[in-house]
């Protein structure tokens, strides 16, 4: 089973990137999402998005720059990000529940997670 994501790059502050993850090895049929290791910090929480898509879910940093979503058929997530700033360069993971339930922002309720991609804003 496995997650790979990729996307990321070297933008300018005020530009965008998209950011793709494709699962393998099984459907992903929960909840799935974004997270981020910024320089010298803590892994945390970007988005998340249900199965159905009707449901999503953000970090208040992010809130109104980007947007999740997904598509089933190619067993994928996505990450749009729009306004980027100096404070969204990190490492970007994305993840993916292999169960209902869980808190959409506990990294810990994830249980297959990708290898990360590395987004660098510059000012």
């Known amino acids: 089973v496995q997650l790979q994501a990729c996307g990321g790059g070297l933008v300018q502050a005020g530009g965008s990137l998209r950011l793709s993850c494709v699962g393998s090895g099984r459907t992903f049929r929960y909840r799935m999402g974004w997270f981020r290791r910024a320089p010298g910090k803590e892994r945390e929480f970007v988005a998340a998005?249900?199965?159905?898509?009707?449901?999503?879910y953000y970090a208040d940093s992010v809130k109104g720059r980007f947007t999740i979503s997904r598509d089933n058929a190619k067993n994928a997530v996505y990450l749009q990000m729009n306004s980027l700033n100096s404070e969204d360069t990190a490492v970007y993971y994305c993840a993916a529940r292999g169960l209902p339930g869980g808190s959409a922002n506990a990294e810990r309720t994830y249980d297959y997670w990708g290898q990360g991609t590395q987004v660098t804003v510059s000012s």
């Open positions: 998005i249900s199965w159905s898509g009707m449901s999503s």
